[in-house]
């Protein structure tokens, strides 16, 4: 039997938000584990979303989402630099097609005011079709709110982790919570599929599951309903559509279908708001794309069906308030849930992670600064994005780099075994660390090549591999014995330390 895991502070999800905890703790002299029930990080809300750094003029003055929001938002830029995940202030608009509309920008207008939210005007139907000159000529006016930023949400979660590692943080994956048990000197003693953690603080970051996690220490007051968002994607060729976020005017239960840039250069469309009762239902449907499109084509006429290259379904963890909810049980002192943190909570993911921590300090924690804290994170090899020179000279030092396995990404084999020695074991961990197949083929001509690298470098056959983990194989037989090719050999950069789990 293994012996229990002892720690200051336990972390259950490695979200965007719960990554986001677990560096912000490694600031300070803690023992901190995080605890994941998927093979990698990220794998829940934080890869399948929007991807903006919101503003904050949507959320209802007075409301947890209206008081984070904004400040969420300020910090997003340093930490993106401090981590090297790219990031665009990129700005948004709202645009209005009737005096209705009108007024209900000038309604978010001073809600974002209220808000703290910087720079926002009305601009006039002159001044939007210069920002935007594809945008449809029937429109109004528009909300401009310069603030408003896009990220690479998979790759903020990773390098959250990564520097969270890299500072003390333990990371246990594969590792499914079975029940919690509150001892009487309010030590909480974790039961997973894979052994047992105890801390006398915990933070429940689960997400989609964390109204389940709550009623295992008795909070039985909250309920996630699952809504399920399509999104679908451009080919890059057409990212010079638009150059701002652009939203509809709001509805009750969404912001609407937008028109969103990306940070890798494509556009993306969606999403929908649809509520849905399995938590596991990731589907893209027909009725979803049409609903899409026609919402989209209201604000961008020129768009086309034949420009999507792919499509995706991400699940917001939503309350009925439509609030985000920090609880703190005075029946279970020292266990904090966080539950609803749907949109934009990847916005507000670094100040909810501040939160956390003077709510600890609060409850009794004893904080001391982490003199080797670590702010930064070391960029990896992007060969797309390097100059000629720069190419030859990296192909020179270690000639991987110059096998092209991703011809639409430009994703060379080097950036696939970087990948893998950051702990990628999955085909979607190579994909959400390099944007390997992700361009106009999805996949179609690299998928395989990358599936044989993973095995290579992981020693294992073609049939043990997954797509991202569980029952996600890629081969129903075994198609290729474990593959003999010499391995390549490390980095200088060294490999990821302080994860748990991840054995290929």
């Keep these: ?137 029937k429109a109004k006016a528009a909300l401009y709110a310069p603030t408003t930023g896009i990220i690479s949400p998979y790759e903020m979660t990773i390098a959250l982790v990564e520097n969270a590692t890299r500072n003390g943080v333990q990371v246990y994956l594969n590792r499914r919570v079975l029940g919690i048990q509150v001892d009487p000197d309010a030590t909480k003693i974790i039961r997973t599929n894979r052994g047992v953690f105890k801390a006398r603080w915990v933070i429940n970051s689960a997400g989609l599951h964390s109204d389940e996690i709550a009623k295992m220490v008795g909070i039985t007051k909250f309920e996630i309903v699952p809504r399920k968002g399509e999104e679908y994607i451009l080919d890059r060729s057409k990212g010079n559509l638009v150059s701002h976020v652009i939203y509809p005017v709001p509805t009750l239960i969404s912001e609407g279908v937008l028109i969103i840039p990306t940070v890798y250069g494509n556009v993306m469309l969606g999403p929908t708001a649809e509520e849905v009762a399995d938590k596991s239902d990731f589907s893209t449907t027909g009725e979803g794309f049409r609903h899409v499109m026609n919402r989209a084509r209201k604000l961008l006429p020129c768009l086309s069906p034949e420009d999507v290259i792919g499509s995706f379904a991400g699940l ?4 009925p308030q439509g609030d985000f909810v920090v609880y703190s049980s005075r029946e279970v002192p020292g266990f904090i849930s966080l539950i609803g943190i749907d949109s934009p909570g990847l916005t507000a993911a670094p100040i909810l992670a501040r939160m956390m921590v003077k709510m600890l300090d609060q409850e009794g924690l004893k904080l001391r600064p982490n003199v080797d804290f670590h702010p930064t994170r070391q960029a990896g090899i992007r060969f797309r994005q390097l100059s000629p020179q720069e190419k030859a000279e990296v192909v020179a030092e270690n000639p991987p780099y110059g096998k092209v396995v991703c011809v639409c990404e430009t994703v060379s084999e080097g950036e696939i075994v970087d990948a893998i020695r950051d702990g990628a074991i999955t085909l979607d961990g190579v994909k959400f660390r390099t944007h390997l197949g992700m361009g106009r083929c999805q996949g179609s001509f690299c998928h395989l090549r990358a599936a044989e690298i993973l095995c290579r470098e992981g020693g294992i056959s073609l049939r043990k591999l997954t797509k991202k983990g569980g029952k996600s194989s890629l081969l129903a037989d075994d198609l290729a014995s474990p593959a003999k090719r010499k391995r390549t050999p490390p980095r200088k950069k060294g490999t990821a330390r302080g994860v748990h789990g991840a054995a290929r």
């Design 316 to 319: 917001r963890a939503s309350l």
């Design 1 to 137: 039997m293994r012996k229990a895991v002892f720690s200051d502070v336990i972390i259950i999800g490695a979200g965007v938000v719960g990554a986001a905890i677990a560096r912000e703790l490694s600031r300070y002299r803690l023992k901190v584990a995080l605890l994941e029930k998927e093979c990698d990080v990220g794998l829940g809300s934080s890869k399948a979303n929007s991807a903006i750094i919101h503003a904050g003029f949507h959320a209802p003055s007075g409301t947890l989402k209206a008081k984070l929001t904004p400040s969420g938002n300020h910090l997003h830029e340093e930490l993106a630099r401090q981590l090297c995940v790219p990031f665009k202030r990129v700005g948004s608009l709202t645009i209005a097609f009737t005096s209705k509309d009108i007024g209900i920008l000038e309604r978010l207008q001073k809600q974002g005011k209220e808000n703290a939210v910087s720079g926002l005007r009305i601009i006039s139907q002159e001044e939007l079709l210069k920002k935007e000159p594809r945008i449809n000529p």
